[in-house]
Nanobody, 120 residues
Framework: QLQASGGGSVQAGGSLRLSCAAS????????MGWFRQAPGKESEFVAA????????YYLDSVKGRFTISRDIAKNTVYLQMNSLKPEDTAVYYC???????????????WGQGTQVTVSS
């Protein structure tokens, strides 16, 4: 089970840190990632990290602003979001599976969403 938290409402330029805590099984050997879905739009990939944290991949529009990281001991993945823009407004979901599967958006394990709202 994946539990996402940390969403909220901020003004443009602000920061939030999302967390996704895994329970019930260890995801230490899995890739993990974040996706988002804005109202009226399809879900899109945001960021992913492999099991060791040595490989990361980002949506072009968030590069340099968002950072994905993980704490294997805590079975938790984070998404630090800085310089937020109104277009970042969406429900954010975490996912876990093999790294490649996460990148393709076909992960088997998904958390519930957490709302991020950025006002101008």
């Amino acid at each position: 089970q994946l539990q996402a938290s940390g969403g909220g409402s901020v003004q443009a330029g602000g920061s939030l840190r999302l967390s996704c805590a895994a329970s019930g099984r260890t995801f230490g050997s899995y890739g993990m990632g974040w996706f988002r879905q804005a109202p009226g739009k399809e879900s899109e990939f945001v960021a992913a990290i492999n099991w060791s944290g040595g490989n990361t991949y980002y949506l072009d529009s968030v590069k340099g602003r968002f950072t994905i990281s993980r704490d294997i001991a805590k079975n938790t993945v984070y998404l630090q979001m800085n310089s937020l823009k109104p277009e970042d407004t969406a429900v954010y979901y975490c996912a876990a599976d093999s790294y490649g599967t996460v990148l393709r958006g076909t992960a088997r394990y998904w958390g519930q969403g957490t709302q991020v709202t950025v006002s101008s």
